[in-house]
């Protein structure tokens, strides 16, 4: 009997739930499915990280690599004169520059230096343009994290460029 009870009640539950009348506000909405993308290292945004990764992938991939590795050869001058774009991980320079700086490169583009980069002012917003940074920082290991915020903290005093 209590078998046909519970079977009774089980059923009624799966078809209520199959019902079109609008759920009740006191049940809990069901979790987000868990990303892999947003476990993060350094305590960075794990959501800004992710949406910076899609950005990269959509606008900087094409020039920086899927992984932010550079091009072949990026520190040696192409036949057009200009440096291929560099890598933004751990093997390249970008950590050797302080916030205000990786903002402005890519807001500006890197032409006036010498460079190929675009200007990405009026395409990537600013906060686009801090999601993509906090990407690429998401790639960077504990150590160099580490040189890059003892970097941005002398910035901040007026110590770096």
């Known amino acids: 009997m209590k078998a046909r009870h519970l079977h009774a ?3 009624l539950l799966l078809l209520s739930a199959c019902s079109d009348s609008p ?18 290292p350094h305590g960075l945004d ?12 959509a606008n900087c991939a094409v020039c920086h690599g899927a992984n932010a590795e550079g091009a072949p050869n990026w520190q040696r001058k192409g036949p057009d004169g200009k440096l ?8 390249g320079h970008a950590w050797h520059h302080p916030g205000t700086w990786l903002r402005d490169t890519i807001r500006q583009g890197s032409v006036a230096r010498g460079g190929n980069m675009p200007s990405w ?8 343009i801090a999601a993509v940074i906090a990407w690429i ?3 960077w290991p504990e150590e160099i994290y580490r040189s890059w915020l003892a970097l941005e903290e002398k910035a901040r005093m007026g110590h770096a460029h």
Do not use: H, M, N, W
Request: charged share 30%.
């Open 121 to 128: 002012e009026g395409k990537l917003s600013d906060d686009d």
């Open 9 to 11: 009640i089980t059923g």
């Open 23 to 40: 759920k009740s506000a006191a049940v809990a909405p069901e979790p987000p499915p868990y990303d892999a993308r947003l476990v993060t």
């Open 84 to 91: 291929p774009p560099p890598p933004l991980d751990a093997s």
């Open 46 to 57: 794990a959501r800004l990280v992710a949406r910076g990764g899609d950005i990269f992938k």
């Open 137 to 139: 920082q998401s790639r």
